[in-house]
């Protein structure tokens, strides 16, 4: 089973964010995809020429998750329904969660701000994750990601991630977060 990418040429014109910015991560993503997809034909072929017990074999394996979460977390870009509810009994109101969400997001370093549903608690966190194959909560489930390696805002905003953050948080598919939601639910 092979992955597509997802078009999101429909982003480009979003306020905020230059065209080239929003191509450069398309580009990225695409390649996430691509590298995840011959991973899966790699594993495959070793699989039948028994080369599983291999370093290459345990190497490729451990390369998996890098390209499989690139491709994962970069798919993942109105305030309503079960979704804002669940942030505002899990925070105190969305105004503290964005503040919260927004923090992590500004701490110094490379990585991702997530949003995860932890199901079996049935509450939401804000996690730092420094690379996009490490350091993810078991089991809990990403419903929304910000990239914040500078490759994702540089090219527009330099060294100010705070005004990216700030336009990232305006231009929330927040339909797309409810969806994700829903379905962890």
Do not use: C
Request: aromatic share 16%.
């Amino acid at each position: 089973m092979a992955y597509e990418a997802k078009n999101f040429e429909h982003l480009i014109g979003l306020s905020g964010f230059s065209e080239q910015l929003l191509k450069n991560h398309f580009t990225l993503y695409q390649g996430y995809v691509n590298n995840t997809n011959k991973l899966l034909d790699t594993f495959s072929t070793m699989t039948r020429e028994g080369k599983t017990g291999t370093s290459e074999f345990a190497e490729l394996k451990r390369r998996f998750g890098w390209e499989f979460n690139g491709m994962r977390l970069r798919k993942i870009f109105d305030k309503k329904g079960k979704l804002f509810k669940k942030l505002i009994e899990s925070f105190g109101s969305y105004e503290t969660w964005e503040k919260d969400f927004l923090t992590e997001g500004a701490m110094r370093g490379i990585g991702w701000a997530v949003l995860y549903y932890d199901v079996p608690a049935g509450k939401l966190f804000n996690v730092w994750v420094n690379e996009h194959d490490v350091g993810h909560l078991s089991g809990a489930v990403p419903i929304l990601v910000i990239d914040v390696f500078e490759h994702a805002f540089m090219l527009d905003y330099g060294l100010k991630r705070a005004d990216y953050l700030t336009v990232f948080i305006r231009a929330v598919d927040w339909d797309e977060a409810e969806k994700r939601f829903s379905k962890a639910v």
